[in-house]
Each structure stands twice: as structure tokens, then as C-alpha cells.
């Protein structure tokens, strides 16, 4: 599991501050707060109704950037779609078991850079096709 409440980077093990998110964005925006490194300058969002907590890892430049492309993939099998809260469910349920991971772990905001390569890697495959459901209720794609 991740740390929520981080005081060391995950990135370069520099010192975190939780701080106003204006420094990263010039106004505050969502929860207002962030976990950011003074070292590296990576950083991590809160949640908003618990702006203690940190979405995920501090992330790089490339982790946000792994994390955008692998949401580009991974949002349009569910969003706007009906039942969209329980087909995204069970895609990260799928996703969890391609990447023989956890289901509570598996969240883009967590991935280090290495494994948001190998989401985006497996997302790629299922471009293009059709998310259906077996018998057993779980996820295939033709
Ligand atoms: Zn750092």
C-alpha cells in the first residue's frame, strides 16, 4: 500500500511539505492541498473531502504523463457508458489481474513509472475492441 500521509519523496527520497497546491498551479484547485518534494519537485494531490490524504505516489513529469495517457486508454470503455461506476469497477478488477496486482492497488495514481508503462502496454492490446461480459461476470475483450 501506498503512504498517504508521505514525508519522505518515493521518487529521491528528499523531505515532503504539505502544502497550498498554488504553488504548483498559481491558485488552489481541488482540495486546495498537495504533498510536494523540495527536492525534486514531484507531487501528489488530496483527496477533497480528506485533504490529509494523498491520491497516489509524488509523481515526476513522466508519471503524470504515463498516468494522462493510460486514462486516455483505460476512461472510454466506461465513461458516459450505462452502469458506468460498475463497468469502471470491473475494468481496474481486469486490470488488476493482467497485472497480477491487488484490485485495492490498482489505480493509475499509484503506479511507479515502470508499471504505468506496462498498464499503457495493456491497454494498447485492447484498443479498438469490445468489452464483454462472461458468465461469471467478468470482463473480456473481443
Ligand atoms: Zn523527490
Known amino acids: 500500500m501506498i503512504d498517504k500521509y508521505p514525508k519522505t519523496c518515493n521518487l529521491c527520497g528528499g523531505a515532503v511539505v504539505y502544502t497550498s497546491n498554488a504553488v504548483i ?4 484547485y481541488g482540495s486546495g492541498r498537495c504533498y ?20 497516489g505516489l509524488l509523481a515526476s513529469p513522466r508519471m503524470r504523463k504515463g498516468k494522462r495517457l493510460c486514462h486516455e486508454l483505460f ?30 492497488d490498482c489505480h493509475f495514481g499509484y503506479f511507479d513509472l515502470e508499471r504505468l508503462r506496462e498498464a499503457y502496454r495493456i491497454l494498447l ?3 479498438g475492441r469490445e468489452m ?3 458468465s461469471g461476470g467478468m470482463i473480456y475483450f473481443v
Open 125 to 127: 492490446n485492447i484498443q
Open 25 to 28: 498551479y498559481g491558485q488552489e
Open 132 to 134: 464483454r461480459y462472461d
Open 75 to 104: 476512461d472510454p470503455f466506461w465513461r458516459g457508458k450505462p452502469k458506468a461506476q460498475k463497468k469502471r469497477r470491473d475494468l481496474y478488477l481486469w486490470l488488476s489481474k493482467q497485472l497480477s496486482i491487488p484490485w485495492e
Open 36 to 55: 510536494l518534494c523540495t527536492k525534486c519537485g514531484a507531487f501528489v494531490g488530496t483527496h477533497k473531502p480528506r485533504p490529509k490524504e494523498a491520491l
